[in-house]
């Protein structure tokens, strides 16, 4: 039987989902529904849009107003719902690729517009959809089946990169913390203006197999034991912090919205009558 | 605006027969030459309470206005060549997830950059075929200032009814010409909206006696869901094979069944032509301006035959004239590409020829004339 | 009437397309039939710059002009470029900083007014070029009425400069009136 969260904001008849047997992005998923339970939302004016790739098959198990689009292009057509019709709470699910590679550029034009839509990156490091290819995210020297040498670029940092283009609310969680993602998540959705949550994930069949990572319980520790929350890390040492990876409010600040620039625009054109 | 007769550029007669269709929304990028579109449409918008929003690329200007038409306002996109080219994923996808939004085309010459600010038709064969995997298509092409004005409401009218993508396909001729365009209010136009219903979960079902699924906007209360895979009639993805073949049967039967009422030329004074003209579009000016000289001479008896909705192709009607005339001259402004569409439906009933232009500049009466002595 | 065929040449920025779309609205609010189109490279400035305009009291079907009856020349190197077709008997237009070779003034009607220098001297905007030439060439052909020429250029300057310009139409026509004399 499924839980009353369940129940409430899945469409239970879809599921099972399609995911990977310890792929981090169910719970993902279901910090995103919590949060949005938590702000009390009225789930008939809640859009969720996604991308391609596995982050974005959430969107068909979710039960709210669902946008299934085009690869890299979530935010974009969620740039239209929104400004179409501000009322709307417009959240975007998206993958490490489709929002940072063949969508990136819609991703930093649309932190720079600081448009009220809240974005959650389910990063999982590597191409999962297509089979184990490295993405913007695949840590420096690490293998997927295009770099089968191991991978000579460099990653992006989300919350940084979406910070310097404008985003006016970013953050970090991880699968393994659920109680501090949702709460992130939750944050977002309460920030009026762009916000960017990413949610690292866990890759068991592609990225864990192909970085001898072990098993998906062992990836799972390994955020638990290297994830260290923003404040805690403030009382560390630079050598206690040493590969670790940063979680919590990443940057805030407040800045005129979008829609609601565009609708005084509508008022003083005389369009409001 | 005091009067409804106003000088206008094509581009421009185009947005105020969007606004008049009911636009609210549009979103594209700076193209030229189609610019124009966007400029108009960024003053206007907001006056009649609709948005405007200048994307960050072609690609984001067709996905923001499927959203905006996914959230209930009638859509639009503007582009040139390069651009509709970068659009034509997400054609692909208002096809199937079946979202009305109309994307005009001014097209230019190229290929690639080209001569941007000078006139083609290179687009023809892209209008159709532009976009991945079968799918239905209705293209429209307007060869005055006016009908850039009534042609878009047409295409609304189509986007809506049949839930599709619609193209307006222009060229840079009549965008960036400049004459006469009566602003036809909306109440004396036939204005068609999508028909709005309760879905209750069955997203894409047709109900008896209609031909699309009833749509609701999202945000009504109906959560259903879009998707750019084969669904099923409640919106969900689906292998199934039965299923997969009838949803696209249905999309290409909801335009093939209706073609006749979707099809709309123009015939001009090709009762008892000895040669036909065949174009579209911009060209149809230059064919006009061929007519006129030669009746002013003693010349052979000209024709013009002119397809408005260009896809899809009023074949019959041009089979039926291809049967009383004694030769065809396709008349376009690149390489022959409705040619080939001509070739198909003519067959062997008359000699079908040939003249096109890339260069720049436009066809003169004087080049068509010269033609029909060649090949006449 | 005969259709009027009208070449308007110069470079970017000296408004030529503007002063093709006044006539053509002047035009078509006195109920005449007018079109008006434009070429233009990629430079918003200083490249060189053409403008037509036909006007006619029946539908107007092939757009482009093929030989002009009035060519108006704002620099040499547009009267080089496109005095090579013409109408027989066409008038030519030119700033009269222009050099007109003497084969040409023989073949054309050649008005040589000083446009440039009395939008700069006179009206004291260069940006007024544009409404002297369209005041000259309405002086030259009679196209439109004063009422509907003056209407149109008002709602195409900017606000403010609106008795400037109507000052500079004037001129136009009046320049051409002091060169037939």
Not at chain 2, 251 to 264: A, C, E, T, Y
Request: aromatic share 6%; proline share 5%; glycine share 8%.
């Amino acid at each position: 039987m499924p839980s009353k969260l369940i129940e409430k904001t899945m469409r239970v008849n879809r599921l099972p989902h399609i995911w990977c047997p310890g792929c981090g992005h169910g719970i993902l998923m279901r910090d995103v529904a919590q949060a949005i339970e938590n702000c009390g939302l009225d789930p008939d004016k809640v859009v969720i849009v996604s991308g391609i790739g596995c982050s974005s098959r959430a969107a068909g198990y979710m039960n709210y107003n669902t946008l299934h689009t085009t690869h890299g292009r979530a935010i974009a057509f969620a740039t239209g719902v929104k400004l179409a019709n501000p009322e709307l709470t417009v959240i975007v699910i998206t993958g490490d690729g489709d929002a940072t590679a063949i969508g990136g550029n819609h991703l930093i034009h649309a932190c720079r517009r600081n448009i009220d839509l809240t974005v959650v990156v389910f990063n999982n490091n590597i191409y999962g959809m297509t089979g184990g290819q490295y993405s913007p995210t695949t840590p420096h020297g690490e293998k997927g089946t295009t770099a089968p040498y191991g991978n000579i670029d460099y990653n992006f940092d989300i919350p940084k990169l979406a910070e310097s283009a404008g985003a006016t609310y970013t953050a970090r969680g991880t699968a393994f913390h659920v109680p501090q993602m949702i709460k992130l998540i939750e944050n977002g959705i309460k920030h009026h203006g762009f916000s960017l949550i990413e949610g690292l994930s866990v890759c068991p069949t592609y990225y864990g197999r192909k970085n001898k990572k072990g098993s998906a319980v062992d990836m799972y520790n390994w955020q638990k034991e290297n994830c260290i929350d923003a404040a805690k890390a403030q009382k560390m040492s630079a050598e206690e912090l040493e590969g670790k990876i940063l979680t919590g409010e990443m940057s805030r600040c407040e800045k005129p919205e979008y829609t609601d620039m565009y609708m005084e625009i509508i008022r003083k054109c005389g369009g409001d009558k | 605006m005091a009067t409804r007769f106003h000088l206008l550029q094509g581009n421009e007669a185009c947005v105020e027969g969007a606004i008049a269709a009911g636009m609210k929304f549009y979103a594209g990028y700076p193209i030229t030459p189609s610019t124009e579109i966007a400029e108009r449409s960024a003053v206007r918008l907001p006056q009649v309470g609709g948005k405007f929003i200048q994307m960050e690329d072609e690609i984001a200007g067709i996905a923001a206005a499927l959203g905006a038409s996914v959230a209930g306002l009638k859509a639009m996109t503007a582009t040139s060549g390069p651009g509709f080219s970068l659009k034509q994923e997400n054609i692909g996808y208002a096809s199937i997830a079946e979202i009305p939004i109309v994307i005009v085309d001014v097209q230019r010459a190229g290929p690639s950059t080209g001569l941007p600010t000078s006139p083609s038709q290179g687009d023809y064969m892209q209008s159709k075929w532009g976009t991945h995997g079968d799918h239905p298509v209705i293209v429209i092409s307007p060869s005055s200032v006016q009908e850039c004005y009534n042609l878009t409401v047409r295409c609304f009218n189509m986007a809506e009814r049949f839930r599709v993508p619609v193209i307006f396909l222009m060229d840079e001729i009549v965008g960036h010409l400049r004459e006469g365009c009566e602003l036809i209010p909306p109440e004396e136009l036939e204005i068609n909206n999508r028909i709005e219903g309760n879905i209750t979960g069955m997203t894409y079902a047709v109900s008896e006696g209609n031909y699309v699924p009833e749509f609701a906007a999202f945000g009504e209360g109906e959560r259903y869901n879009v998707t750019g895979l084969f669904h099923d009639d409640t919106g969900f993805p689906t292998n199934d094979n039965t299923i997969t073949r009838n949803q696209e049967r249905r999309l290409m039967d909801k335009i093939r069944m209706r073609r006749d009422r979707i099809m709309q030329w123009e015939e001009k004074d090709c009762e008892d032509a000895d040669v036909i003209i065949v174009c579209y579009g911009g060209t149809a000016r230059s064919v006009m301006g061929a007519m006129e000289e030669a009746s002013k001479m003693d010349f052979l008896k000209i024709g013009m035959f002119r397809p408005i909705t260009v896809w899809p192709f009023p074949e019959k009607a041009l089979e039926k004239l291809s049967k009383k005339c004694k030769h065809i001259l396709v008349a376009e402004h690149n390489n022959g590409q409705m040619l080939l569409e001509v070739q198909r439906v003519v067959k062997d009933n008359c000699p079908v020829s040939f003249i096109g232009k890339i260069d720049g500049t436009t066809l003169t009466p004087d080049d068509i004339l010269t033609k029909i002595t060649e090949v006449y | 009437m005969d259709k009027v065929e009208l070449r308007f040449t110069g470079s970017g920025g000296q408004g030529v397309i503007m002063a093709t779309i006044i006539l053509a609205e002047a035009a078509y609010e006195d109920k005449l039939q007018a079109v008006q189109c434009q070429s233009y490279g990629p430079e918003a400035r200083g490249g060189m710059c053409k403008a037509e305009c036909i006007i006619y009291d029946k539908p107007i079907m092939y757009t482009k002009v093929i030989l002009p009856n009035l060519l108006l020349a704002l620099t040499q190197e547009a009267l080089d470029k496109y005095v090579t077709s013409l109408q027989k008997n066409a008038t030519i237009l030119v700033d009269s900083e222009i050099n007109v070779p003497e084969p040409i003034k023989e073949k054309y009607n050649v008005i040589s007014i000083p446009i440039l220098e009395s939008a700069s001297e006179v009206i004291k905007n260069p940006m007024s070029a544009n409404i002297i030439s369209v005041g000259a060439v309405n002086e030259i052909l009679h196209i439109a009425s004063k009422e509907s020429l003056e209407e149109a250029v008002l709602n195409h300057v900017p606000k403010g400069t609106g008795e400037l310009n109507l000052k500079a139409l004037n001129l136009g026509a009046q320049l051409v009136r002091n060169y037939k004399k």
